[in-house]
């Protein structure tokens, strides 16, 4: 049984009657992909909210906790798995550092290089913040099914490779 027709397909059957000329089909795909991830980005901060983080603060202490102790990273390095500027990240940290989330370091060499920690209470934070992260994850996916999310996971790594992400 085929699903009632959705918001895409409302506007595609629009644009096929005023430019019959165009093909959207692309919209069947990018367009619930832009749905979909709105939605989630809603969902997902949603439950950054509870913890008094968001998205982007949430971004920064999980890059720090996945570095592994001692839960640190050059600030570079930190912009880099945040996919932010340098610029972002500093607002970020600051917001951060004066919740005594994170702090900062020179390195002893060079102090132009600096270095970003989690201290202890940043990161028990995090672990928290991240366990329901993972259970909000799960909760979002499971109605699709675990088959359909592993060829979905699979369809998605694929084509951010084909666009030159990874």
Same mark, same amino acid.
């Given at each position: ?52 983080? &968001?998205? $982007? ?6 890059? *720090?906790?996945?570095? !592994?102790?001692?839960?640190? +990273? =050059? ?10 500027? &340098?610029? $972002? ?6 917001? *951060?550092?004066?919740? !005594?989330?994170?702090?900062? +370091? =020179? ?60």
């Amino acid at each position: 049984m085929d699903a009632a027709p959705d918001r895409v397909d409302t506007i595609q059957a629009e644009w096929r009657r005023e430019r019959p000329d165009l093909d959207p089909s692309p919209q069947a795909v990018i367009g619930r992909l832009h749905r979909v991830a709105t939605t989630l980005t809603e969902r997902l901060t949603d439950g950054y909210r509870v913890f008094d983080l &968001t998205e $982007g603060e949430f971004d920064v202490l999980a890059a *720090l906790r996945r570095a !592994g102790a001692p839960f640190e +990273r =050059a600030a570079g390095e930190l912009a880099d798995h945040t996919m932010i500027t &340098t610029g $972002g990240l500093t607002k970020r940290v600051d917001r *951060l550092e004066q919740r !005594g989330l994170v702090q900062r +370091r =020179a390195e002893a060499s060079d102090a132009r290089r600096r270095f970003i920690r989690l201290t202890p209470t940043g990161a028990d934070l995090i672990d928290r913040a991240f366990t329901a992260h993972l259970a909000n994850e799960h909760s979002l996916l499971d109605e699709l099914g675990e088959a359909d999310a592993a060829d979905l996971a699979r369809i998605l790594a694929r084509w951010l490779r084909v666009l030159g992400e990874d």
